[in-house]
T-cell receptor, first 114, second 111 residues
Framework: EAGVTQSPTHLIKTRGQQATLRCSPI?????VYWYQQALGLGLQFLLW???????NRGNFPPRFSGRQFPNYSSELNVNALELEDSALYLC?????????????FGPGTRLTVT | SQQGEEDPQALSIQEGENATMNCSYK?????LQWYRQNSGRGLVHLIL?????REKHSGRLRVTLDTSKKSSSLLITASRAADTASYFC???????????FGAGTRLFVKA
């Protein structure tokens, strides 16, 4: 069974541009989570989607947005990129509607903003 | 702010020794999970302990949970060089919303 996949693996953008990151959950999983991990730091919760709806978001500005498609895959968009947006962006999926269950992580997308 | 806080921030031990990491949290939880992250990669789920459980084992891993102290510990016995990684605790709260991760403990196991 395929795990969580993310694309692209690496993304290099210039300050002010927009970045789009993609995630495909494990087959049968309806919940998708996005996290930001700056170098050497812990995970910061960004967004949680379930059944196509945004269920919760972390303490990030509105230029971080996303959506979940009918096939449960998800997209994270970051507008007006800033240097401090450089980080590893991790996507995770779970099979439960509530996030009290284990999450399965993808390998991440490393975003570098120059 | 993050709910789960791991202690210590970093730990360096010799192969064969035991490694103990602690996690403290602030609000009531439904469960607590431990994850491992190898350098710059995705997290791997290790073990989940529910709020009505006090101890759980999985191979060389032993997790304890003390809800009265709002703390958990992860013990890795007979450590190996391959255990070198960052370890995160994550709490699932009773509201059933987002799982909150701590900042992690970086474990170095020297061969």
């Amino acid at each position: 069974e395929a795990g969580v996949t993310q694309s692209p693996t690496h993304l290099i953008k210039t300050r002010g541009q927009q970045a789009t990151l993609r995630c495909s959950p494990i087959s049968g999983h309806t919940s998708v989570y996005w996290y930001q991990q700056a170098l050497g730091l812990g995970l910061q919760f960004l967004l949680w989607y379930d059944e196509g709806e945004e269920r919760n978001r972390g303490n990030f500005p509105p230029r971080f947005s996303g959506r979940q498609f009918p096939n449960y895959s998800s997209e994270l968009n970051v507008n007006a990129l800033e240097l401090e947006d450089s980080a590893l962006y991790l996507c995770a999926s779970s099979g439960a509607s509530y996030s009290s269950y284990e999450q399965y992580f993808g390998p991440g997308t490393r975003l570098t903003v120059t | 702010s993050q709910q789960g806080e791991e202690d210590p921030q970093a730990l360096s031990i010799q192969e064969g020794e035991n490694a103990t990491m602690n996690c403290s949290y602030k609000t009531s939880i439904n469960n607590l999970q431990w994850y491992r992250q190898n350098s710059g990669r995705g997290l791997v789920h290790l073990i989940l302990i529910r709020s009505n459980e006090r101890e759980k084992h999985s191979g060389r891993l032993r997790v304890t949970l003390d809800t009265s102290k709002k703390s958990s510990s992860l013990l890795i016995t007979a450590s190996r060089a391959a255990d070198t990684a960052s370890y995160f605790c994550a709490t699932g709260n009773t509201g059933g919303f987002k799982t909150i991760f701590g900042a992690g403990t970086r474990l170095f196991v020297k061969a």
